[in-house]
T-cell receptor
């Protein structure tokens, strides 16, 4: 069975500091995509960053970067220079290349950025 | 960019009635859409995969007769909660995959809050 595990239900960080959210997953497949989504109180799902499993280079989007360890099936998200607007639920998820977009989500991490 | 629109954003219905939620892909064709349910402080739980022109595929434990899904066109999927009860109150959100420009981009609707009274 394919699963995604986020072991940190809640985290907090001071504004301007760096925080890392952890995510591990389990699959026997080799071709997939990994995502981090942000869900603010509005409940809108916002794509933060994505990683193709075949790429060794870690994805980066401005203040957001990932540490993708395929062999360890680990996909952590690092947020640098945290801002108050980063406060949200963060979900790790993955899909297989040829499965039409069916996302498998982790349990989520509630991040609070404190002033 | 591509957008998925969901309607209504909020709906209140009486127990025993049915309510329909629409999910539209506005500028791309989506042969497959997905319906999720989310309880407070929890993750998104996949309910079903909506397939254009054919029957939906439901996840284990989801009642097919209670959550009717119709995907009559390449841009519209609907979720109808039939004979709604208070325990059906939840946040429902749809997604669609755009295989076009960027290959595997998933877009989410804004979500719909359902309250059954």
């Amino acid at each position: 069975a394919q699963t995604v595990t986020q072991s940190q239900p809640e985290m907090s960080v001071q504004e301007a500091e760096t925080v890392t959210l952890s995510c591990t997953y389990d699959t026997s497949e080799n071709n997939y995509y990994l995502f981090w989504y942000k869900q603010p109180p509005s409940r809108q799902m916002i794509l933060v960053i994505r990683q193709e499993a075949y790429k060794q280079q870690n994805a980066t989007e401005n203040r957001f970067s990932v540490n993708f360890q395929k062999a360890a099936k680990s996909f952590s998200l690092k947020i640098s220079d945290s801002q108050l607007g980063d406060t949200a639920m963060y979900f790790c998820a993955f899909i297989f290349y040829n499965q039409g977009g069916k996302l498998i989500f982790g349990q989520g991490t509630e991040l609070s950025v404190k002033p | 960019g591509a957008v998925v629109s969901q309607h209504p954003s909020w709906v209140i219905c009486k127990s025993g009635t049915s309510v329909k939620i629409e999910c539209r892909s506005l500028d791309f064709q989506a042969t497959t859409m997905f319906w999720y349910r989310q309880f407070p402080k929890q993750s998104l739980m996949l309910m079903a995969t909506s397939n254009e022109g054919s029957k939906a595929t439901y996840e284990q434990g989801v009642e097919k007769d209670k959550f009717l899904i119709n995907h009559a066109s390449l841009t519209l999927s609907t979720l109808t909660v039939t004979s709604a009860h208070p325990e059906d109150s939840s946040f429902y959100i749809c997604s669609a995959r755009d295989r076009g420009v960027s290959g595997n981009t998933i877009y989410f609707g804004e979500g719909s809050w359902l309250t059954v009274v």
